[in-house]
């Protein structure tokens, strides 16, 4: 049951893994061109384990900006993670103390994104079948994080192969998962809005936090139109199948 | 060059990944602290993905060049009907077309 439950997990982490190398390759050959070690790259990934933020605190780096600046900026990219904690904190009540530390660790967008889907069909979140997503997720970073540290040189130019486009494209999709929720088209709106707004204004990387609780606010604030009970909603899809 | 790691630059990683971490449980240590969730909070909560990510994809369409808004154009069409993988081959292959035949 565990078992099957784990590989479960790795099976929708190679999707993941596949889209998420380019962006690991790309920051490790980053990383060593602005001055950073093979070792310290790692370091990074192992222990970030955030790649926008990687990428966006690894250009800064480069910039000579100072480091208070850097790990401020990291943290404002990885603001969202408040918010996914907050949101994943039902699923996961039934893990120990130490399960939960390690599944908050391993807390990611696709990771997020996975849980949430794994909950609407009706499927309890299991540590067995996270730590199955997760954790070859994390290695396969930190992997290719070295690959790209090593071979930075033979990427060259990364627009060159157009892997500077896979980064949106993949958040995009993560976007078009939640189509079916209730005001999800007033929500990307709002959130795209501000987004840019705050990105032609404050600059980046505000734009993500700015935009972000510009559409959760609307959210908020937004009479509910129907009343959601997920435990309905996954006993009436469980009882279909 | 020649060392692993530099004080210097252990710090700032170190200094990343506590913030990374703290924003990944303090979410959870907010919730667990309120007994029920508010009606208002639970639609909040509900659109924190799609809110987040809209952010990582709406300004890199508005600030991309040709290649990179019709990529996420057909991307987004293709990612109706397809999965991922799919959908990031097809906005790549179409991103580098452009860039190679067009502009």
Known sequence: MSRSEFGDGVAKAVPVIISASPFAVLFGAIAVANGLTVFEAGLTSATVFAGASQLVGIELFGNHVPAWLIILSVFAVNFRHVLYSAALTPLIEHFSLGQKAATLFLLTDPQFAESLKRREIGKQVTFSWYMGLGLPIFVAWVAMTLVGAFFGKLIGDPARFGLDVLLPIYFMALVLGFRRRSNFLPVVAVSAVASVIAHKTVGSPWHVSIGAIAGVLAAALMPPPVKRKPDEEAHSLEAGQ | ?103
């Open chain 2, 1 to 103: 060059m020649n060392t692993l790691l530099t004080a210097d630059m252990l710090v700032i990683i170190l200094g990343c990944a506590l913030a990374t971490y703290a924003t990944r449980i303090s979410g959870y240590l907010l919730i667990r602290r309120m007994k029920n969730i508010p009606p208002r909070m639970d639609a909040a909560l509900n659109a924190v993905p799609a809110a987040v990510l809209t952010t990582l994809v709406a300004p890199a369409f508005v600030a991309g060049g040709l290649e990179v808004k019709v990529a996420l154009a057909v991307s987004l069409l293709a990612g109706l009907w397809l999965s991922t993988i799919p959908m990031l081959l097809a906005g790549w292959a179409v991103a580098v077309a452009i860039r190679h035949l067009v502009l």
